[in-house]
């Protein structure tokens, strides 16, 4: 497998409500406050509802200029992670986020990306990120675990799947005063109730045992994969047309609401831009797939899109208020605007239907391919997906796929 495997991805992200922030700098929640009202009660809905069960993941990545591999490899995968961990029932949230470290000296300790449900910033985010510092042994991993437990906007469901994934390939500098070393931060993880896996890369045997000693006392999984990552990366015949259909997907979009809310909606489609102009057709590929899903829905829409919110009747499209509405629309009639947003939700729905036939037909054929490879059970693919299947169905979760999205 290994002439078709390349190197994985970890992720990273977002650029509306989620920002990158210099070590020890305090970090704000990516949650957003509730939107102002638009008129009377109604105000735009937000696409996930609090019932639906809760996936929380962080990836914790060195990003020294050893994991150059890896990191752009993420920048390929990421929609795959997502992916997977959607293909759960019932249909989970989703969110995500990172902790990209390095070591004192260079030219960030950390940087927080909070977690987020809008993986297009998160991505936006991640395609800024070079493997660059380091080359000195260990790196600041105590630093970037305490981040990760105690700089990022958990969650307070009890019942949700929270957990945090370090990948890495040198062991900590356990001889500086001034941090708090690892044991200390995973009990803190315990009491609430985040797992923590180990993934190193490479063969160190000094990264190894404490790798081993991190997912032991983090109450997860002690997992190795070469030192690229070794993730799954073939292109299909359908890559190209689903990139199509994500872009068109996207244009369905109207948004609406108070000009503060118009200005993070401006920044979630700006991110949207820059993937289409930067990221390569299988990224936009999988992206379609997972947009396409009922978990993706949440990324795919964000807050106050108009034509989600009126066709599913959370929202009277007359009661909200000329100058909230998206400029297209204000100069036109109540029944040009009913109109409009009724072909949009009928090109939405088609043009979904149409992603959902050509995925299956994509993971079919890298099935296919990936049998005659001779599998790829020591792929990070598969060993995330593993992890990921046992862990979250102690919460509940169903994972019955038997393989990951690649």
């Not at 799954?232 to 369905?252: N, R």
Request: glycine share 8%; net charge negative.
């Amino acid at each position: 497998m290994t002439s078709k495997i390349l190197a994985l991805a970890l992720l990273g992200f977002t650029a509306a409500g989620v920002v990158l922030y210099p070590a020890h700098e305090g970090i704000g929640t990516s949650n957003a406050a509730p939107p102002h009202p638009v008129a009377g009660n109604q105000h735009p809905g937000a696409v996930l509802t609090s019932d639906r069960p809760k996936v929380e993941v962080v990836f914790v990545l060195d990003t020294t200029g050893s994991m150059g591999g890896l990191i752009q490899a993420a920048k390929e995968k990421i929609w795959s992670i997502a992916t997977t961990m959607a293909q759960a029932q019932p249909a989970p949230e989703i969110r995500i986020g990172l902790v990209a470290y390095r070591d004192r000296g260079d030219s960030y300790v950390t940087r927080v990306v909070d977690l987020s449900a809008d993986l297009d910033s998160l991505y936006a985010t991640l395609m800024e990120f070079q493997a660059d510092g380091g080359g000195d042994g260990p790196e600041s991993v105590n630093q970037a675990l305490y981040d990760a437990v105690h700089k990022v906007s958990w969650g307070q469901d009890d019942d949700a799947y929270r957990v945090v994934f370090l990948v890495g390939d040198a062991p900590p500098h356990m001889d500086y005063q001034d941090d708090v070393k690892y044991p200390v931060t995973l009990a803190a993880a315990r009491q609430r109730g985040i797992l923590v896996n180990a993934i190193q890369c490479g063969d160190s045997s000094d990264t190894a045992r404490t790798w081993q000693q991190v997912a032991q006392l983090g109450q997860g999984q002690y997992l190795r994969v070469e030192q690229s990552g070794g993730a799954v990366a073939i292109a299909t015949p359908f890559d190209e047309k689903l990139a199509t259909l994500s872009a068109q997907l996207d244009d369905t979009r109207l948004y609406y609401g108070s000009e503060e809310e118009k200005q993070q909606q401006k920044r979630k489609l700006e991110a949207t831009e820059k993937l289409h102009a930067g990221s390569s057709v299988a990224s936009r590929a999988r992206r379609a797939t997972f947009n396409a899903s009922e978990s993706g829905a949440a990324n795919l829409l964000g807050k106050g899109e108009l034509v989600e919110d009126v066709a599913s009747g959370r929202v009277d499209l007359s009661s909200i208020e000329r100058e909230a509405l998206p400029a297209s629309l204000q100069a036109m009639s109540p029944q040009e605007q009913q109109a409009l947003i009724e072909e949009n939700a009928r090109q939405r729905d088609a043009l979904k239907d149409e992603i959902r036939q050509l995925s299956g037909q994509r993971a079919a054929y890298l099935k296919q391919k990936v049998e005659e490879a001779g599998g790829a059970q020591d792929s990070l693919d598969e060993k995330i997906f593993n992890a990921v299947r046992a862990q979250a169905g102690k919460k509940g979760l169903r994972y019955e796929a038997e393989a990951p999205s690649y």
